[in-house]
């Protein structure tokens, strides 16, 4: 059985830093092949994609919005994904949700796994 954990969400001040995390279960993140993507929803807006990474090469991709600011990072040994947020600002609120896929791609059908979520309040 697949589990995907968020953790690390909360309130921080515009311009603030902020890193969550992604701790899986019952899941390899090692592997050529194997992508995890971050994915947020604002109140009434659809999930956006926000960064993904694939494992083995350790590629990363990000749309412009968050570019310069996030980062994404793996730590095979603890199976955890790490974002870290940088220069947050007020739109950057939402909740944020870690999944995991064979294709790291922007839209969220090719992602097989999903965390529940994860708070994040910048104001």
């Known amino acids: 059985h697949v589990q995907l954990v968020e953790s690390g969400g909360g309130s921080v001040q515009v311009g603030g830093s902020l890193t969550i995390s992604c701790a899986a279960s019952g899941y390899t993140f090692s592997g050529r092949g194997n992508c995890m993507g971050w994915f947020r929803q604002a109140p009434g807006k659809r999930r956006e994609w926000v960064t993904s990474?694939?494992?083995?090469?350790?590629?990363?991709y990000a749309p412009d919005s968050v570019k310069g600011r996030f980062t994404i990072s793996e730590d095979n040994a603890k199976n955890t994904v790490y974002l870290q947020m940088n220069s947050l600002k007020a739109e950057d609120t939402a909740i944020y949700y870690c999944?995991?896929?064979?294709?790291?791609?922007?839209?969220?059908?090719?992602?097989?796994?999903w965390g529940q979520g994860t708070q994040v309040t910048v104001s």
């Open positions: 990474i694939y494992f083995g090469s350790g590629s990363t």
């Open positions: 999944a995991a896929g064979g294709v790291c791609l922007s839209q969220p059908g090719p992602y097989h796994h």
